[in-house]
């Protein structure tokens, strides 16, 4: 299993009439803080030699990637507002610490092209831009500590009777922003292969992009679900308007036992939509804020 392409997406083998795309880290596995603190933040440090403000680091960090409104988009933009977080602080302008302007990574970014390692390598062979090499390293010593640290991790206690359920039901999707090779191989680790029809990585573009492919008119209105834990998933879905049903982050385990005692089934029923999902998201929004906390605090 692997080795999926944008073929695979345009010719999604739909055998219902309704589509689940599920998101993977923080959503399916409980590995999303365990690979931001112990695998990206630290090579953050490292890579850009920033041990003198590590702490700010850490906690700019860990808001954009896990506590905010950006939670769970692509690495390469969450490091680009990481520093950026990072830099209007005033500590760590007291501090005296030369930051990197990240000008490379800001126009790789919007380029309109997936981002992954392997457009990222291209574009850095083409340009010859050190500070590209530099973004390529980081990213390939995250992959390096990812692969070593989220060795059986099960996922969430309801997951697996829930993907059960869906694919006895609906086709199902993965939708993520995860190199594609962590997510077959940790798919793959826990026996969950046989459930999704595609697994869609950052190589194949955005979580908004992976649905409109994979929908591709084959599907209804109101026949389409996007599961995930950040607004990134929400958004996506709202791109497609399809149904979304949110995992919260710290209650992760309560909302997989309300999809699989409740929610799957409305969603089968046509009841899903309107009030029912807009009580679900409302909770939702509201635990992932735009304003990080030491802004809020220096203001209060």
């Given at each position: 299993m692997g080795g999926f392409t944008m073929a695979d997406l345009r010719d999604?083998?739909?055998?219902h009439d309704a589509l689940v795309g599920v998101d993977s880290d923080g959503c399916v596995f409980p590995t999303m803080e365990l690979k931001q603190r112990q695998c990206f933040h630290p090579e953050i440090v490292r890579c850009w030699g920033l041990?003198?403000?590590?702490?700010?680091?850490?906690e700019c960090a860990e808001f954009v990637s896990l506590q905010s409104r950006w939670r769970g988009q692509n690495r390469f933009p969450a490091l680009l507002l990481t520093f950026e977080l990072l830099r209007a602080r005033p500590d760590v302008q007291a501090a005296g610490v030369q930051l990197p302007d990240l000008?490379?990574?800001?126009?790789?970014?919007?380029?309109?092209?997936?981002?992954?390692?392997?457009?990222?390598?291209?574009?850095?062979?083409?340009?010859?831009?050190?500070?590209?090499r530099r973004l390529l390293a980081w990213s390939l010593a995250v992959n390096a500590r990812i692969a070593r640290a989220t060795q059986n991790i099960p996922p969430f206690r309801s997951v697996r009777p829930s993907l059960e359920k869906?694919?006895?039901?609906?086709?199902?999707?993965?939708v993520s922003q995860t190199p594609e090779e962590a997510l077959v191989r940790e798919w793959q680790a826990h026996q969950l292969e046989r459930y999704p029809a595609v697994i869609a990585g950052q190589e194949l573009g955005t979580k908004a992009e992976h649905l409109a492919l994979a929908c591709g008119g084959r599907y209804a209105a109101g026949r389409v679900l996007m599961i995930g834990d950040a607004p990134g998933d929400l958004e996506a879905a709202r791109a497609n308007r399809a149904l979304f049903?949110?995992?919260?982050?710290?209650?992760?385990?309560?909302s997989w036992e309300l999809f699989l005692a409740?929610?799957?089934d409305r969603f089968l029923a046509g009841t899903f939509a309107g009030v029912y999902e807009a009580a679900l998201i409302k909770p939702f929004e509201a635990l992932l804020p735009a304003v990080p906390p030491w802004t809020t605090a220096a203001e209060g």
């Open positions: 999604f083998p739909a055998r041990e003198q403000v590590g702490r700010q680091l850490r000008a490379a990574l800001k126009t790789y970014c919007a380029s309109g092209r997936a981002l992954s390692n392997a457009t990222l390598q291209a574009e850095a062979e083409r340009t010859g831009d050190p500070e590209l869906i694919h006895r039901h609906a086709d199902l999707l993965i049903f949110p995992i919260n982050p710290g209650h992760e385990e309560t409740e929610a799957c």
